[in-house]
């Protein structure tokens, strides 16, 4: 889990969003599930502190997984993708 993680899952809940962190599943799985602003609408987000990037295991994930993992490094880029700030 990386350290900005719990910040971003609280703004998001503050925000409205369905969390769901996935962050132990590992295997390059994203680390959360994120639901926001009614049905269907569900995000992947990998989150990542500072400069740090995603790894092979990861990239290979998100490539297999055929819809977007969002990389995201603090509350407000996490919010900007689901929508709940522009």
Request: charged share 20%.
């Amino acid at each position: 889990m990386d350290a900005n993680q719990e910040q971003i899952v609280s703004a998001l809940r503050a925000a409205g969003a369905s969390v769901q962190s996935l962050a132990r599943l590992g295997q390059g799985c994203p680390d959360l599930l994120v639901a926001y602003g009614g049905a269907g609408n569900m995000f992947l987000l990998e989150c990542k502190h500072g400069k740090g990037k995603t790894n092979e295991l990861q990239e290979k994930w998100h490539i297999a997984w055929n819809a977007p993992v969002y990389v995201v490094r603090g509350p407000d880029e996490a919010l900007r993708v689901i929508g709940a700030i522009a």
